[in-house]
């Protein structure tokens, strides 16, 4: 499409043609184009129109679960501001039952009850006060599909309205431009011919001028860019003015991506739609935050909404340079770092390279083509070779394995824009030939990204080595005294490398997730069966047998928690260390039980169960290794987790609870840990609670936590063996349950 509004290039017998134009079907064809324009105008005018009514609805709703979380709250709350002077018993006496009566009391209702007077109904109104404002600050709005209703379902409409208004203009904007290019000035120059009079009026040159403009105006409609315009117009309406949506769809719609909309409706701002900046911000110096905030990041080659803090961890990577992202499990790791490379190559670089364990790689595959306009690229298997020499070629996403990366010769000669290693734990003993084999390829690559959610799982000294493949000279500075003086500081002085986040900081509408231990008791059979796995002193037999006899004691436990998982229509994850144990699980549960999931499962079979799984209608159960399907999947559909025995780290199960209780879950997540008691499940808890403890005080932003010792046994003949740290702690739980038992 092109317009000359001079007219130069439109030769005297289009003019006098277009003479027989002027009026009404000059009117006709102006009207059209200003049509063409004022629709493309208003689609891009709709994100912003659909952001505010969101966030006036949402500021409604918010309002409403507030009001609901008061009425929940018994007068006694006010002892928590008052002391024991609340006055709650005269109050309740009263039939003030709930703080949210209080608020709409009045100072005169107070006083009026016996035994408060004026002071005192000032402090009942202060504390109420108070009350209501920690709850309303802590208070955000999420959706509830299992309770929906016409609130809920307006406001789901227009975020999901949103979403398409952001992609209508995004693709459409670029189009209004060419065409307001090749039409602004002629629609001025031809403005006379829709009026006879006004072409009466006009000197000869400006009639000629007006004429040529219109013969123009006739060629830019009648072109077939105009003609494919109005179709991606009326495409993009009908998006944004949700035709054909019903109730079952919208909701649909949000089971199926929850995660999607609720980023879009993260961007609204407003009540409940924003988290605090500095947990977003990892807590990160000031000075540091401006910095990597100075240059915003381009977005042009993602396709999926990213939330603030999101954008945020893909501006940390790239400023940083060469830094780790260690936001907890289920934040989008993968995402942030995919917007990272989209944001290089919008801005020129070509070649990414994202090195991941073999497990996980199809997933990454499947998010490249999903939250990016980059081509992925397969570095495993037979055709690895082959498709290295085309990513070499043409760019784009690469993803390989540990075990792969060593072999792709051609690639070590190449220089890469970003190396981006996941479960980068995985090398962090620099012995190793997978570590060095990273480090290599970190040496040739401009820039480095190491996601890990569990970096110091062990000890501090395993998170220095990771570290140090990335900033040498601030891994020697991190030194003991960092880690004595605690968490704050320690955090300060790895910032320039490191950044996380919690999901309690920046995923406000994220579901509750309830953790239950489910201990059971050994039934005689069981006990048996355990005794003897402890005299031979066999530790895998010791942890399975509350599986092994006819009837075991955790295997009815589990089909308890599948049939009410099953009367709730919830979808259930049941994971184990064993391949054993899912097997007599599967036969138990039957024909609902898909699976396993298990190490000589290839990556795609893996993401085919999960896809059945998760598009299953109502229940469904998964049966998985927990060293397979706890790492990299998502299973969002599930909101049920079983973990049949309690594992040696405590980043195993919180991997694997994360599989379910992340992003895009729409439930609560409940979460079944099934102990034997007396048994060695007692003391591998033992061992998870000192890890945790190790854990949760440098990696996150938390004040130094105590934790009361255990013993082991209450016999005073304690063996010196079980407190000796040079004998293994697996050997040592043994000798524990020998010693508890009388065996040894």
Request: charge should be positive; glycine fraction near 6%.
């Given at each position: 499409m092109q317009g000359d509004a001079s007219g130069s290039q439109v030769d005297d017998a289009a003019i006098e043609r277009a003479r027989?134009?002027?009026?009404?079907?000059?009117?006709?064809?102006?009207?059209?184009?200003?049509?063409?324009?004022?629709?493309?105008?208003?689609?891009?005018?709709?994100?912003?129109?659909?952001?505010?009514?969101?966030?006036?609805?949402?500021?409604?709703?918010?309002?409403?679960?507030?009001?609901?979380?008061?009425?929940?709250?018994?007068?006694?709350?006010?002892?928590?501001?008052?002391?024991?002077?609340?006055?709650?018993?005269?109050?309740?006496g009263a039939g003030y039952l709930t703080v949210a009566q209080l608020v709409a009391a009045s100072a005169d209702e107070l006083t009026a009850i016996p035994g408060i007077g004026p002071k005192t109904a000032e402090r009942i109104t202060t504390a109420v006060r108070t009350i209501a404002d920690r709850t309303g600050q802590a208070t955000r709005f999420s959706f509830r599909p299992d309770s929906p209703d016409a609130q809920q379902r307006d406001l789901l409409a227009t975020v999901i309205a949103i979403r398409h208004a952001d992609n209508a203009a995004s693709e459409v904007a670029p189009l209004l431009d060419?065409?307001?290019?090749?039409?602004?000035?002629?629609?001025?120059?031809?403005?006379?011919?829709?009026?006879?009079?006004?072409?009466?009026?006009?000197?000869?040159?400006?009639?000629?001028?007006?004429?040529?403009?219109?013969?123009?105006?006739?060629?830019?409609?009648?072109?077939?860019?105009?003609?494919?315009?109005?179709?991606?117009?009326?495409?993009?309406?009908?998006?944004?003015?949700?035709?054909?949506?019903?109730d079952e769809r919208l909701w649909g719609e949000y089971s199926a991506d929850a995660a999607t909309v609720n980023a879009t409706l993260s961007t609204v701002g407003g009540a409940g739609a924003t988290v605090d900046a500095e947990a977003?911000?990892?807590?990160?110096?000031?000075?540091?935050?401006?910095?990597?905030?100075?240059?915003?990041?381009?977005?042009?080659?993602?396709?999926?909404?990213l939330r603030g803090y999101q954008v945020f961890g893909a501006q940390y990577a790239i400023h940083q340079e060469r830094a780790m992202l260690g936001d907890e499990m289920?934040?989008?790791?993968?995402?942030?770092?995919?917007?990272?490379?989209?944001?290089?190559?919008?801005?020129?670089?070509?070649?990414?390279?994202?090195v991941c364990p073999a497990s996980v790689q199809m997933n990454w595959l499947n998010e490249i083509a999903k939250h990016t306009r980059l081509s992925p690229h397969n570095l495993h298997g037979a055709t690895r070779d082959a498709a290295a020499r085309k990513w070499l070629r043409e760019g784009g996403v690469a993803v390989t394995t540990f075990g792969t990366l060593a072999r792709l010769e051609e690639v070590k000669q190449h220089d890469t824009a970003m190396l981006i290693v996941d479960e980068a734990h995985y090398v962090k003993n620099p012995k190793a030939v997978r570590s060095q084999t990273v480090d290599d390829a970190a040496a040739r690559a401009q820039r480095v990204l190491f996601l890990t959610g569990t970096p110091m799982e062990n000890r501090v000294e395993e998170f220095r080595n990771l570290v140090g493949y990335l900033q040498p000279q601030l891994a020697r500075r991190v030194d003991a005294t960092d880690v004595?003086?605690?968490?704050?500081?320690?955090?300060?002085?790895?910032?320039?490398?490191?950044?996380?986040?919690?999901?309690?900081?920046?995923?406000?509408?994220?579901?509750?997730?309830?953790?239950?231990?489910?201990?059971?008791?050994?039934?005689?059979?069981?006990?048996?069966?355990?005794?003897?796995?402890?005299?031979?002193?066999?530790?895998?037999?010791?942890?399975?047998?509350?599986?092994?006899?006819?009837?075991?004691?955790?295997?009815?436990?589990?089909?308890?928690?599948?049939?009410?998982?099953?009367?709730?229509?919830?979808?259930?994850?049941?994971?184990?260390?064993?391949?054993?144990?899912?097997?007599?699980?599967?036969?138990?549960?039957?024909?609902?039980?898909?699976?396993?999931?298990?190490?000589?499962?290839?990556?795609?079979?893996?993401?085919?169960?999960?896809?059945?799984?998760?598009?299953?209608?109502?229940?469904?159960?998964?049966?998985?290794?927990?060293?397979?399907?706890?790492?990299?999947?998502?299973v969002q559909a599930a909101s049920v987790v079983v973990l049949a025995e309690p594992q040696w780290k405590p980043s195993t199960e919180e991997q694997a609870i994360a599989r379910a209780h992340r992003m895009g879950q729409i439930r609560t997540v409940q979460v079944h840990r099934l102990l034997a008691k007396d048994s060695v499940d007692e003391r591998m808890r033992e061992v998870q609670e000192r890890k945790r403890l190790l854990f949760d005080e440098y990696a996150r932003k938390s004040d130094a936590k105590e934790m009361d010792s255990r013993a082991v046994d209450t016999n005073d003949h304690r063996p010196d063996d079980l407190d000796n740290e040079a004998i293994p702690v697996e050997w040592r739980i043994v000798l524990a349950e020998q010693h508890r038992l009388g065996l040894d």
């Open positions: 027989s134009n002027v009026g009404r079907t000059a009117r006709d064809l102006l009207s059209k184009i200003e049509g063409i324009r004022l629709r493309a105008e208003t689609l891009l005018a709709q994100p912003e129109a659909l952001r505010a009514s969101a966030r006036d609805q949402t500021a409604a709703l918010t309002r409403r679960q507030l009001q609901a979380e008061l009425e929940n709250l018994p007068t006694t709350a006010l002892q928590e501001v008052m002391g024991k002077s609340g006055k709650h018993t005269a109050l309740q060419e065409f307001a290019a090749a039409t602004s000035d002629l629609l001025s120059a031809a403005a006379p011919t829709g009026r006879r009079l006004s072409m009466l009026v006009s000197g000869r040159a400006r009639k000629r001028a007006a004429l040529a403009a219109l013969v123009q105006l006739e060629a830019v409609s009648n072109h077939p860019r105009t003609a494919w315009l109005e179709q991606e117009l009326a495409r993009h309406e009908r998006a944004v003015g949700l035709v054909g949506y019903t977003a911000q990892g807590f990160i110096p000031e000075e540091l935050r401006q910095r990597i905030t100075a240059v915003p990041l381009d977005v042009r080659l993602v396709k999926s909404t289920g934040l989008g790791k993968t995402i942030q770092a995919l917007a990272a490379a989209a944001h290089l190559a919008a801005n020129g670089q070509q070649r990414f390279l994202v004595v003086a605690g968490a704050n500081r320690f955090r300060r002085a790895v910032a320039p490398v490191y950044l996380r986040r919690n999901q309690e900081d920046v995923l406000t509408e994220l579901p509750d997730k309830i953790e239950v231990d489910d201990w059971v008791l050994l039934t005689p059979q069981d006990e048996a069966a355990y005794r003897e796995a402890v005299r031979s002193r066999n530790l895998m037999a010791m942890r399975q047998a509350a599986f092994q006899t006819a009837s075991p004691a955790k295997l009815d436990r589990i089909r308890e928690i599948v049939d009410e998982a099953r009367e709730d229509g919830r979808k259930v994850i049941v994971f184990s260390f064993f391949l054993g144990v899912l097997g007599r699980i599967a036969a138990a549960i039957g024909p609902d039980a898909a699976g396993p999931i298990c190490g000589s499962v290839p990556p795609r079979e893996r993401q085919r169960l999960v896809d059945e799984f998760s598009a299953a209608r109502g229940h469904a159960v998964l049966l998985s290794q927990i060293d397979a399907g706890g790492v990299g999947l998502n």
